[in-house]
C-alpha cells in the first residue's frame, strides 16, 4: 500500500515573516528600539493578519475539525482521514503558528521596555500574551506535542515538550492576558477611538480561552503520558468555570433573542453575543484575488446553493459533508427553531416530492451572506462574507455546564440552568434526567453539538471530553488507549520543522506508516 502525506502549505513570502524553528537566534538586541505606541499596535496587527491568512490556508488542507464534523456522508478522502486510515496520514507545517509567537514576544518585549504609561503597556502586554496563548492552544488541538518558545529561539535544537507542558505554559500566559487587559468597551487605539472589531484581544476574550485551555487540560489526562498525569484536574475545572462566569457575568456579552439571529447577526461578525472573531467580511479586495475561494471556516465543506448562485440544488450532493432531513428531524424535535434556522427551507426540502433534487439531504444555511465578484461575464459566488467566529456566548455558556457536571455536587443545578439557558432561546425541551440515561454531561455534549452545528467545535468537545469510541468514526474506535498517548488524535509534523533542528521527534502514532 503506498502511504503519502497530505500537508498544510505555509506562503512565506505573503507574511514576510521567517521560520522561527530554523533556529535562528532571536535576543532583544535583534528587536531594535521601534518602541513607540504605534510600533505596537501594527506588532499586534501583524500577528492578526497571520492568524487570518494561516487560517485559511489551514482549513484549505484539513485542519483537525474534519475527524468530528457532524455529518452522515463524507467525501472519500476525508472518509480515509476520519478513520485513522494510514493511507491518508494529515501532516502540517506549523510555522505559520512560530511566526505568530515570534511577533508576539516582540510585542511583549518592546511593551515591556516602552515609555508609555502603564495602562497603555498593559494593553500591549496583554494583546502579546494572548496572541500567545491562543496559538499555543491552536497546536496543542491540532498537533499536541510541539516545541515550546517562552521568550526567546535558542540558538540550538530544541526537542518538543510534552502536550502537558504546552498548556501548562499557555494557561500561564492566558492568565497573564487576563490579569493586563481591560475590557472591549475600555480599548482604545493610539489615536484615541474605540476599538471597532471583536478581533481585538480584550479581557473577555483572554477569559474564553483561559477556560478552554484549562478545560482541554483536566479532559485530555486520559491521553497525556503516564509521567505527566500528576495533575488535580479538578483545580482546572473549578478554574476553567471561573473564567466561563466571568464572561457569562460581565454583561459585555448577551445571546441574540433567537436561532434566525444567529445566523443573521452572530455569524456575521460584530454582534453582542460575539467574543472573539477574525475579521474577514468585506475584506477580500484589501487581502487580493489569490485568497477570494480558500475556505476560513467549515461553511463551504457544508453549503453551496442557495448561497452559491450558481450552483443548483442537485449540485449539494457533492459537497464535504451532508446530513440528511431524517437526521435533522431526529436532532430538532418539532418546536426547535434552530432547524429552520440553521437549514435553507427545511420542510419544504424534506418533502417526499423533492427527494430525487435533494437526494434526501437538508441544505445548510448557517452562513447567510456571500462575497461575489464580478468578471465581466457575470457575478458569481467567491466566499463566505462573514467574519470567522472563534468564540461566542453560547459556547461559553455551555462549556460552563461542562465544567459544573464535572465537578458535580453542589455544581449541578448550575449545570442544567446553563443547558436549559440555551434551550430556552432555541424553544426546545428543557432538561429532564430521563435523557441520555440521566448522563447530564452526555446532554451537554449533545447540546454543544446541536447549538455549534457545523461550527467546527465537535472534534474538539469529543476528545476532551472522552467520547472518541462512541463519536468518532470506526478507526478511532477501535484505537487503543496507547495510541490516544502516542498521538493518533492529531497532526503528523511536516517536514519544514525538521531543518536544523536534530532533536525534532515525528508523532510517535503517525511514525509507524512513514
Known sequence: MRYFIILITSIWFLVGCEDLLDMEPKNSLTYGNSMTEKELEASVRGAQAIIRTYMMMHYNNGSNYVNGSYADEVEYALSLRRNLDPQVIPGGDWGQQYNVISVANRTIYLAKHSDLDQDRKNLYLGQGCFLKAFIYYDLLKEWGECVLIKDEVEPEPVAKSPWTEIADYAIEVAQEAVDALPDFSEIKDSKGQFARYKSTPCKGAANALLAHLC???????????????NYDERELWLRAERACSWVIDSSIYQLVSSPEEVCTEVMVGGSKESIFESVYKDQWV????????????????????PINNLAMPSDNEWNAFNIKTTTVQEMFPDGDLRKDAYFYKFEEMAHPDSVEITHGFAYPYKWRYGYYKDDGWGKYWRNINQNKIWWRLADIILLRAECRARLGGEYVAGAIEDLNTIRRRANAKLYSSSE?????????????????????????????????RTELEEGFRKASDQDFIDGCFFNAIGSGAFSKNTLMRQNSYWLRYM
Not at 286 to 305: H, I, Q, S, T, V
Not at 450 to 467: A, F, P, S
Request: cysteine-free; overall charge neutral.
Open 286 to 305: 484589501e487581502m487580493g484575488g489569490m485568497w477570494e475561494a480558500l475556505k476560513f471556516n467549515p461553511a463551504k465543506d457544508y453549503e453551496n446553493w
Open 436 to 468: 441520555y440515561g440521566g448522563d447530564l454531561r452526555y446532554a451537554i455534549f449533545k447540546e454543544r453539538e446541536k447549538e455549534l452545528l457545523m461550527e467546527g467545535y465537535r472534534y474538539y468537545d469529543v476528545i476532551r471530553n472522552g467520547y472518541v
Open 215 to 229: 478545560a482541554w487540560k483536566a479532559g485530555g489526562k486520559y491521553f497525556a503520558r503516564e509521567d505527566q498525569r
